[in-house]
């Protein structure tokens, strides 16, 4: 078991920048790949950021690509995700997830354990 708490959400203006943190208790943190999520009212979850569990390689979507960044502190047992050009459309709440598969995929049924979530706002 993993359990899995996010924090760092807030409201911010378009253009600001927030970052989520998510820490980790339970089985050994550098088992799991780690990836975030996001859901919008009326939306399906969407991936938005995924890293292996050494922190070398991380994957984004289109849609956030070149302004989130995902990292991973090992010692720590926590992964960030660091938002920055935040648009009214990353309005949402913001999900951390663990898997242990190999490479963190970006189809929310191969995350076996979830964070409560954390909401973030972005105003116009």
């Known amino acids: 078991q993993v359990r899995l708490v996010e924090s760092g959400g807030g409201l911010v203006q378009a253009g600001g920048s927030l970052r989520l943190s998510c820490a980790a208790s339970?089985?050994?943190?550098?088992?799991?790949?780690m990836g975030w999520f996001r859901q919008a009212p009326g939306k399906e979850r969407e991936f938005v950021g995924g890293?292996?569990?050494?922190?070398?390689?991380?994957y984004y979507p289109d849609s956030v690509k070149g302004r989130f960044t995902i990292s991973r502190d090992n010692a720590k047992n926590t992964v960030y995700l660091q938002m920055n050009s935040l648009k009214p459309e990353d309005t949402a709440v913001y999900y951390c997830?663990?898997?242990?598969?190999?490479?963190?995929?970006?189809?929310?049924?191969?995350?076996?354990?979830w964070g409560q979530g954390t909401q973030v706002t972005v105003s116009s």
């Open positions: 890293i292996t569990w050494n922190g070398d390689n991380t």
């Open positions: 997830a663990a898997s242990y598969y190999s490479l963190p995929g970006s189809a929310s049924d191969q995350y076996q354990y």
């Open positions: 339970g089985r050994t943190f550098t088992e799991y790949v």
